[in-house]
């Protein structure tokens, strides 16, 4: 049920960031989201009193934000500009086999035949789809799409081998407080251009 949840949720991303980005900078809707994601982390983490991650935990954090918190958000949001919500979507159904295929080579797992023959088709479909809505052939938002969709995928592979051994959650809210300092700066200077009266 939690990931059901979890899918549906993350299904609406591309559709909530299209009509963000018509009046606001792409920045400011990829990553002031991981601003205001990383300010509840943070207190979340304050408040349970989680551990801090050890030296070679903070590696694969650095690596799972570049991913999931930095790169996945500001390619969409920036491919999102030009691109019809649908047309990112399908690209972004891409991220399931490409999830798979760094769990594979990062974890050193050997997924059955029938699994990457049923990943090929579901994502040869992905990409026919993907055709037929740039009449026939790619666009340049869809390199920035391709671009989120590895990004993302190798930040959640790099993310789950985290949880072993600090949980899921404290992977995820780490990996956004880290990434916090970073953040602040682009952000807030990207909202100096918003319309925020659209």
């Known amino acids: 049920m939690l990931g059901f949840v979890g899918v549906l949720v993350f299904s609406l991303t591309l559709p909530a960031t299209r009509p963000a980005v018509r009046h606001h900078d792409y920045v400011f809707v990829g990553l002031g989201r991981s601003v205001v ?3 509840l982390a943070g207190a979340t983490l304050l408040l349970t009193r989680a551990p801090l991650p050890g030296r070679h935990q903070f590696k694969q954090l650095l690596l799972t934000a570049g ?23 399908i690209v972004v159904g891409l991220i399931p086999l490409a999830t798979a295929l760094f769990g594979a080579l990062l974890g050193h797992e050997r997924p059955t035949r029938g699994f990457w023959i049923a990943s090929a088709t579901g994502s040869a479909l992905v990409i026919s789809c993907a055709l ?9 938002e869809d390199a920035a799409l391709l671009g989120a969709v590895i990004a993302g995928a190798f930040g959640y592979a790099q993310g789950a081998r985290l949880t072993r051994e600090i949980g899921g959650w404290q992977t995820i809210s780490w990996a956004l407080v ?10 807030y200077e990207a909202a100096k251009s918003c319309d925020f009266d659209a």
């Open 37 to 39: 994601a990383g300010s």
């Open 67 to 89: 991913g999931v918190v930095i790169g996945f958000p500001a390619l969409s949001s920036w491919a999102m500009s030009p691109a019809p919500a649908t047309h990112g979507a």
């Open 132 to 140: 037929h809505e740039g009449s026939g052939r790619l666009r340049w």
């Open 178 to 187: 880290i990434s916090f300092p970073a953040l602040v700066f682009p952000v």
